[in-house]
């Protein structure tokens, strides 16, 4: 079967670092998507990580290591439009299914 | 503008009327899935479709039915609606993986409500 766990809440200040951490267990791994869901809003895509290492992609990094089950989404110069839920999700089955976490609800305070 | 397309946008309904929840995309992807989203849960997987006529379920199918006649259409049919089957749901489509970095375009939602 599948799992993953990511914290439930997190609270930051603008312009600072966060980091949204994500472990998996999954069968036949493909990838690990990061999507941020605005509250009534759809999932916008955020960053698609194959391999191990950091892809940057302007203020929104995620980290994968494969080995360890383990990625990362780390979001800098926080802004007040940051506020959002941070979703992981990983392909299994050779990608023909993608399983999302609960997924990460991010308040910025000013 | 390439979008995915849900209606309704909302409804509320009855026990056992049955229902169907249209989706349609024209980015001419061959992958379509079906989602619902349920307060602590998240995005769950109902059904989903590599290509015309091909379907599969995903974790949570209980109670619902799909059909892939069109590249374009995956309509989601629940039979008999039941209370535990309100919640918001997610159409959404990408290219097969392996072309592109598997991104997933969301429709904008189906609320949907049983009585």
């Known amino acids: 079967g599948q799992n993953i766990d990511q914290p439930t809440e997190m609270t930051a200040t603008e312009g600072a670092i966060v980091q949204i951490n994500c472990t998996y267990q999954?069968?036949?791994?493909?990838?690990l998507f990061w999507y941020q869901q605005h509250a009534g809003e759809a999932p916008t895509f955020l960053s698609y990580n194959v391999l191990d290492g950091l892809e940057e992609k302007g203020r929104f990094s995620s980290f994968l290591s494969r080995s360890k089950g383990y990625s990362y989404l780390l979001l800098k110069e926080l802004q007040m439009k940051d506020s959002a839920s941070y979703l992981c999700a990983v392909t299994s089955q050779y990608g023909n299914k993608l399983v999302f976490g609960a997924g990460t609800i991010l308040r910025v305070k000013s | 503008e390439a979008q995915v397309t849900q209606n309704p946008r909302y409804l509320i309904t009855v026990t056992g009327k049955k229902l169907t929840v249209t989706c349609s995309q024209n980015m001419n992807h061959e992958y379509m899935s079906w989602y619902r989203q349920d307060p602590g849960l998240g995005l769950r997987q109902i059904y989903y479709s590599m290509n015309v006529e091909v379907t599969d379920k995903g974790d949570v199918p209980e109670g619902y039915k799909v059909s892939r006649k069109e590249k374009r259409n995956f309509p989601l049919i629940l039979e008999s609606p039941s209370p535990n089957q309100t919640s918001l749901y997610f159409c959404?489509?990408?290219?097969?993986?392996?072309?592109?970095?598997?991104?997933?375009?969301f429709g904008e939602g189906s609320r949907l409500t049983v009585l």
């Open positions: 959404a489509s990408r290219l097969l993986l392996g072309r592109n970095t598997g991104e997933l375009f």
């Open positions: 999954t069968s036949g791994f493909n990838g």
